[in-house]
């Protein structure tokens, strides 16, 4: 532990915090916010000395882990160099972020415009793919999280969109295969990918093609369950968006950037999308930023015509260089390779492992250092541990069992995500799955052992 663990300090950060912070999606009045002095690694810690092996990331962002000393080290010499310049101007750093990301992404999708994170990557992809085509109709699935701003908000599947739901026009929601819980009753994978295929385009035909400006999808939905799609949904979803003629956008905020095992998500399924938006991993949130990746196609319609938007920290010089370091230790340290082999070889086995054990576990899935283990009350009818949208005293109950063991945990209503860095080690992987079994003994409490 490098920072100070003066619980005075602490107390008085989170009397301000209590006094003065209004904190997101929350009832401010029932919070009681850990207060965090420091963190390295895949570790962080508390005033009281108290330490946690983060297996959430943070907010699924964190994937070269807290305070990697070549990122540090890029954003205090950016600072010493140009700390801010509007984004009008060109700056180094920007442009070499730039030639990276487009290097990286697949196909043609070789210009970038910068953003702040993730919503705002949604909020100008959609406008783009709406000024390209002429159409206004945004079809998105009802389990996804795009973002909190206002037409992200609208896109969200997910309940968060419930209060801000100001029927708006434009946003139509669909299903996405999810096989453990089907919408379609399916019986088997392949089944599911089928079936979700031709709602889509059922979706597709009774909004009228013409009227349908784009198609976003998470590669892979994060908050919503690291739902994986099947082998062929994404590469129908391209075909039906190429047929007729819909930008297909594919939101790699949470899967891109190593946590799925791939620079982009997508990879895994040889897919070109249109227009690609991220976020967190780009530079692991070390400073604010985010973007959309843009096709040679898309990027020619704003040639001639004026693009109309803008952030006034478009391409922030520390954001930039972060991102620039970023790229760069994730290709010296074979970071990308580590999150692939870590999934495949230890959390992938060592999740299955504790399904067998645990009657509370319904399901595990996921690929990279992105996991999800699917809780229920009964095996037999899949009833969930906590409602959609809400929780329950039985997830409360596992939260509070691994944080008293050393574990920060994401959790998201019957669901336990198990989202180490990209740079977590085997012993530290092997180190999480240990208190995760120890912790789901409280989940088996209020399962059905039948």
């Known amino acids: 532990m490098t920072s100070t663990t003066d619980p005075a300090v602490g107390a008085r950060a989170y009397e301000l915090d209590r006094a003065h912070v209004f904190h997101s999606w929350s009832a401010q009045a029932q919070l009681k916010p850990m207060t965090i002095a420091g963190a390295e690694g895949s570790y962080v810690w508390d005033y009281d000395g108290n330490r946690f092996l983060d297996f959430s990331s943070q907010l699924v962002n964190t994937n070269i882990g807290h305070q990697h000393p070549k990122v540090v080290a890029a954003i205090q010499a950016q600072a010493a160099r140009l700390c801010t310049i509007a984004p009008q101007h060109a700056n180094a750093e920007r442009s070499e972020a730039a030639r990276l990301i487009a290097d990286l992404a697949p196909g043609d999708l070789n210009k970038v415009f910068f953003t702040n994170g993730g919503a705002d990557a949604i909020e100008h992809a959609v406008r783009m793919a709406r000024l390209h085509t002429g159409r206004h109709k945004v079809l998105t699935t009802y389990r996804s999280y795009h973002g909190g701003t206002s037409v992200a908000v609208q896109m969200t599947g997910d309940p968060r969109r419930w209060p801000n739901d100001g029927g708006a026009t434009g946003v139509v929601h669909f299903f996405g295969p999810y096989p453990y819980r089907s919408p379609f009753w399916s019986s088997d994978v392949e089944q599911e990918c089928q079936r979700a295929l031709e709602h889509l385009e059922q979706v597709i035909a009774f909004e009228g093609p013409a009227t349908i400006g784009a198609v976003v999808l998470e590669s892979i939905p994060g908050t919503a369950g690291v739902l994986v799609p099947p082998d062929g949904y994404l590469a129908g979803v391209r075909e039906l968006c190429d047929r007729h003629g819909i930008v297909y956008v594919a939101d790699e905020v949470m899967a891109g950037f190593g946590r799925a095992g791939e620079w982009f998500a997508v990879n895994h399924w040889d897919v070109v999308p249109d227009l ?35 952030l006034t920290y478009s391409g922030h010089p520390l954001a930039c260089a972060a991102a620039v370091a970023s790229i760069g230790a994730m290709k010296d340290e074979h970071i990308i390779e580590n999150a692939a082999r870590i999934g495949r070889d230890v959390l992938g086995p060592g999740l299955q492992e504790l399904a067998e054990r645990h009657p509370s576990v319904g399901e595990v899935r996921g690929m990279g250092v992105f996991w999800a283990v699917e809780l229920v009350r009964d095996r037999q009818t899949r009833e969930p541990l906590a409602p959609y949208g809400g929780t329950s005293p039985a997830m409360n109950a596992l939260v509070a069992a691994c944080k008293d063991q050393g574990l920060l945990p994401f959790t998201n209503f019957n669901r336990l995500h198990v989202v180490p860095p990209c740079t977590v080690s085997e012993t530290e992987a092997k180190e999480g799955l240990s208190i995760l079994d120890q912790a789901l003994t409280v989940a088996d409490e209020h399962a059905d052992a039948g």
């Open 276 to 310: 690609i938006t991220f976020a967190k991993g780009s530079n692991s949130g070390y400073v604010p930023l985010g973007g959309v990746v843009i096709s040679d196609r898309i990027a020619a319609t704003f040639e001639d015509r004026v693009y109309p938007g803008g």
